[in-house]
């Protein structure tokens, strides 16, 4: 698969915004938790219910990474198997309350896991969803080829994820704030070449579609399918 690129590399700083740490990550969705819902949950409801339905498309197995407090977890249909992971115990612990008061006995496993290491089999997946997830992990590129490494062949990858902007105010704003976006736990800063580059360099991986989302086409919906 296609070689990861470490953003805690200082040479790359510049290109890929400020770093992230694992640790980190964790600390700040810890931090999240007891809001995470009230903040995030209507802004990004869009995104969710688009992303399951493309799932719903795909059919089989799910995987759900950065499944967070288990806003989409709803969103499946009970006959599909998911398992979801995520980085923070403290949003997992929202996701299991949220499994048990709505009794989603399709979800098979809740664990907390590292986007870069899953510690799952190969090809045990039908479909890869991950959620806003991509630009909050340290390593973004290693995490793809996790993603790509568990999924079986004929399986998507569904992504949504903020797009950066490539020239502009847009992109001076971005650069301005990644110092604090950082601190939060995601990156503004993030092009759309990243996931082209990957892809093309990804053994069996094509892209088959990019939708803009809301709020204001900065975010994406994007689908992978792993051909060989």
């Known amino acids: 698969m296609a070689i990861g690129l470490d953003s805690r590399d200082s040479s790359r700083e510049g290109a890929l915004g400020a770093a992230l740490d694992r640790d980190g990550v964790a600390r700040a969705y810890g931090r999240w938790a007891p809001i995470y819902d009230l903040v995030f949950g209507p802004v990004f409801a869009r995104g969710r219910s688009l992303a399951a339905s493309a799932a719903e ?3 089989g197995r799910v995987l759900e990474v950065g499944v967070g407090t288990g806003l989409s977890l709803p ?3 009970k006959s599909r198997s ?3 992971i ?3 115990a403290p949003m997992l612990e929202k996701a299991r309350a949220r499994v048990q008061r709505l009794g989603l006995r399709n979800v098979e496993r809740l664990a907390v896991m590292d986007a870069e290491r899953l510690e799952l089999p190969d090809q045990s997946f039908d479909v890869v969803v991950a959620q806003y997830v991509v630009t909050a992990v340290p390593n973004p590129e290693v995490a793809l080829d996790e993603f790509a490494r568990v999924l079986r062949p004929g399986g998507e990858i569904i992504i949504t ?3 950066g902007a490539e020239r502009g105010l847009r992109r001076t704003i971005e650069h301005a704030l990644a ?3 950082s601190r939060l736990g995601w990156r503004t800063e993030f092009p759309w070449a990243r996931y082209t580059t990957w892809a093309a360099s990804a053994p069996g991986i094509e892209i ?3 939708r803009e989302l809301p709020p204001l086409g900065h975010f994406s919906l994007i689908r992978m ?3 060989a």
């Open 75 to 77: 969103a499946y249909a």
């Open 161 to 163: 994820s903020r797009i």
């Open 208 to 210: 088959v579609e990019r």
């Open 225 to 227: 399918r792993k051909t």
């Open 86 to 88: 995520d980085i923070s």
């Open 82 to 84: 998911v398992m979801g």
């Open 179 to 181: 110092p604090i976006t």
């Open 57 to 59: 498309r795909v059919g």
